[in-house]
């Protein structure tokens, strides 16, 4: 009967042990690795401001702002204006989209973050500006560019010259992560 004994009470310090080494193991933080994927995982947020500037001989004389938030590896589109009815023939119409169009694409790639951007800024020009006719003329900026940017510091991601004046178009852009 002794040896029952022994032999049953090792058997519950078995099942003891056995028990507590599951207990521990489901405690056991989550491998550490698997955390950094699913992190990686997550996509990282950030807000673009863009700033178009109106510069004349050197010195702004007028800019406006733009901000987007954006995924990184998504795009995204800003685009403010009007739909300006021109008659090209008696009684028919068509339709000029005027103003601003920005459209961006954000990518990260080996710590850098990759830009992408396709900007169209248009506007009817002043009577002053525009030729003898009686059609108005429109007048249009297009800035396409494929950079790399830091974020928090400004870049200027085109300069363009107006050919009719002493004015010069400047788009700029600020990356800022949000998360």
Known sequence: MPGKTIVIVAALWGAVLLCSAQKATAQEPENPTRAQAAEALQPVAYRLDYSVNELEDGK???SRQYSMNLN?????NIKIGARVP???KNGEFQ???IGTNIWCRLRERGGSLALEVRAEISN???PDQQSQQSRPVVRQVQINAST???PGKP???GLVDDPSSRRQFQ???TVTKLR
């Open 95 to 97: 339709y000029l989209d």
């Open 60 to 62: 702004k004389i007028n």
């Open 171 to 173: 788009l700029e852009v």
């Open 155 to 157: 870049m200027t991601l």
């Open 148 to 150: 790399v940017v830091t």
């Open 72 to 76: 990184a590896g998504d795009a995204n």
């Open 86 to 88: 021109v008659e090209p």
């Open 124 to 126: 009817i020009a002043a």
